[in-house]
């Protein structure tokens, strides 16, 4: 049974924590003990109705205040697949926390209230989901109950979003609409009457019938970082060595022709071992181990490639830059750079531009960056890392950058 990976988005009191416990609530999800203490908190708020958003909202603060402020994951199953959301904070100041919790993500929910319509945060939070590449968009116009489900009001909301959307959004991307009512089930498991109007499917069935887009993590160029040098210490397999990780992209296939990095030497597969099982193929997501024909110098940290795809050694980076820390980013400054499981020192040699993701206008050289702002950078990096560009290929196009001292990450990047 495959998993699929969900973001959910948009502004504060859109609903998204209420929506999530619809779905674990009508799924069956949630079990007895958690029910009735469910039951008994919503009565001492008062409550003549089971507030389901209380169920995500698990830290003290996000109950008192009645938002969210960290990522939760929640996991819940149908009889057709597993799925795992990260339930996102929508206040702008938790931007960073919105970014690293959809950095995974398939799917990306973004919630819009039928009453406000579409509002900064939520073009912030697709600008986001774009840039992360996420292929598919299902933007849920909730609280339709309070608009009376009028389908003039839904559409009015599906084309402002499309306006927007004509902006940023990539080739491939897919963007789909759904009115909803999370408070009170409406279109959220199955169809209702109150929206008879409405030709789609439910929120479930739309997420039930989605391609996880595994085929797409496969068609990019073969990566597979070397994590694990297997050597037995056995008599039988004296003159074994295998080389143990997870195939970040593309597939590797007994037979090819691969090319180490950064060394360059070149040898064939000649096995590919997944637990006790002998594969002629490894696909992306598979951990593995693959064994060569030749014993070449192959190292944790090293990365194989297929001959013909090898990526660009970069010692100079142009990426576009999440920034996640309170003290401004500016340029000069030195942080430690992780690429996969490599890290080397980096250097800021300029910031090229700010990104305002309400207009999307851009601002040459600013003096810094500050928190939850989105910009260009250019970094030089100590050892050379081999990247490719994140529209490319996402699984290779991505890094975070820690601060050398206290050693937080302090900020996402992707490649240009």
Known sequence: MDILRIATAGSVDDGKSTLIGRLLYETQSITRDKLEALEAASKRKGLDFLDLSLLTDGLIAEREQGITIDVAHIYFSTPTRKYIIADTPGHFEYTRNMVTGASNAKVSLILVDARH????????????????????????VN??????????????IKQEFQDIAAKVQFSGQEIEFVPISSLY??????????ISWYLGVSLLETLEKFDDQVKTDSS?????????????????????????????????????????????????????????????????RESVVISLETDVDVSRGNMLVKAGEEP?????????????????LTPGKTLLLQHGINDTKAKVLALEELINVQTLEKSENPAQLKLNEIGGIRLKVAKPIFADTYQENPSNGAFILIDEFSHATVGVGFMN
């Open 117 to 140: 319509g579409v509002v900064e945060q939520t073009f912030r939070h697709f600008f986001i989901s774009s840039m992360l590449r996420i292929p598919k968009v299902i933007v849920c």
């Open 143 to 156: 609280k339709m109950d309070l608009v009376g489900y009028s389908e003039e009001r839904f559409q009015q």
């Open 185 to 194: 089930g409406v279109n959220i498991t199955k169809k209702s009457d109150e």
């Open 220 to 284: 990019h160029a073969a990566r597979f970082p070397v994590q694990y040098v297997v050597r037995p210490k056995t008599e039988e397999y004296h003159d074994y060595r295998g080389y143990a990780g997870r195939v970040a992209s593309g597939t590797f296939s007994v037979g090819d022709e691969i090319v180490v990095l950064p060394t360059g030497q070149r040898s064939k597969i000649s096995s590919i071992e997944k637990f006790d099982q002998s594969l002629q193929h490894a696909h992306a």
């Open 312 to 328: 660009t050694q970069l010692r100079e980076i142009s990426a576009q830059v999440c920034w996640l820390d309170y003290q401004a």
